[in-house]
């Protein structure tokens, strides 16, 4: 299949190039660009393509004075900019692609290895949000710019990247919670209450849109429901891992991210907690978390571990190929959704430009 293969191909990539930072680093701009293109440049392909298609048939009526008064304002004004300039449903695909990339690209620049950082984001996180739920692609990419001035405890930068992701995606204002430390004034009972108030934000925020919740591609069978279960899991995992093997050798290589890793650990766990009260609910929030969990991924080959290094830095790559192999697999989901890839890079099949 397709994807896994791609997978298996950026997975072998980054293993053939372990011993060569320097062309890791000048490979990674490749890569970048090419799964920029695979997203943006899709055709009929992700859960979400018929409902974002029909927001862009509603934006042909879009009132600009009514931009201060909607949720999520800044994505409907670029499908009304887009509906102004007569301009095809799939450019919306290009605009939700770029703000993920470049947000995901000041994180990764920031990574000891830009390219491990990247790979790994995609058997998950880029399959499902930007080449399906754009929006929430679309404010991850804002957040990851938001989780580098928090490292740098830059709070007004911070607040000002979350409340920008809350206009493409509302559920994003969940890490306004983090501002009070922000600044780097914190303790270990300030990090806790952060993440503790985070469950009950989350579950606000998430959960207020009762259409949203209703059209989400989780809602309505149970494989969708296990998948939830599955990806989030996979989060809990990761984070019990790094508070039993990496959080003390973090604090000792990279104490000025330490902050961002432990409290994004923290919240991984307690996603858990969300995907109880709601599968849909702890999937959104977790999807936030998952550049947290390619940063502690992507760094254990520069940790100092005393036994089994390789197996420390083998072990993500190995758990997300056979989480992913099994999803695309087994998953009828995901055969919808994502059987076959098609692309409008060279034309439109079927010389249709609205994606129908």
Request: net charge positive; charged share 10%; proline share 5%.
């Amino acid at each position: 299949m397709l994807y896994v293969g791609l997978t298996n191909l950026l997975f072998l990539l980054r293993y053939a190039l372990a011993r060569n930072g320097g062309l890791r680093k000048q490979i990674y701009f490749l890569v970048l660009a090419t799964l920029f293109v695979f997203s943006a440049f899709r055709y009929q392909v992700g859960c979400d393509w018929s409902g974002y298609y029909y927001q862009y048939l509603s934006a042909a009526n879009f009132e600009w004075s009514s931009v201060t008064e909607i949720r999520e304002p800044i994505w409907w004004a670029i499908l009304g900019w887009i509906q102004d300039m007569g301009l095809p449903y799939p450019v919306a695909n290009i605009a939700s692609s770029a703000i993920f990339f470049l947000g995901v690209h000041v994180l990764a620049r920031r990574q000891p290895d830009p390219l491990g950082f990247l790979v790994l984001l995609f058997p998950i996180l880029i399959i499902n949000l930007p080449m399906s739920g754009i929006r929430q692609g679309a404010a991850i990419g804002l957040l990851c710019i938001a989780f580098v001035a928090f490292i740098d405890r830059r709070p007004l930068w911070f607040a000002f990247w979350v409340v920008l992701a809350a206009g493409f995606h509302s559920s994003a204002l969940i890490f306004m919670l983090l501002l009070p430390v922000a600044t780097g004034r914190y303790t270990r009972n300030r990090l806790m209450l952060a993440a503790i108030l985070a469950v009950p934000g989350a579950f606000f925020l998430a959960s207020g849109d009762a259409a949203e919740v209703a059209t989400s591609r989780y809602v309505g069978t149970g494989v969708d429901a296990a998948g939830a279960a599955f990806r989030v899991g996979l989060l809990g995992l990761s984070a019990l891992y790094f508070f039993l093997f990496v959080r003390k050798k973090w604090l000792w290589t990279w104490p000025q991210d330490y902050s961002l890793a432990s409290i994004g650990a923290i919240g991984m766990a307690l996603a858990l907690l969300l995907v109880a009260v709601s599968s849909v609910i702890g999937d959104r929030f977790g999807y936030y978390l998952i550049p947290i969990q390619a940063m502690i991924f992507a760094r254990l080959p520069f940790l100092p571990f005393r036994a089994n290094a390789a197996l420390h830095s083998a072990l993500p790559y190995l758990g997300l190929l056979l989480v992913f192999t099994v999803w695309s697999q087994l998953s009828g989901h995901f055969n919808l959704c994502y059987i076959p890839y098609q692309t409008w890079l060279f034309g439109f099949p079927g010389g249709d430009p609205f994606g129908f």
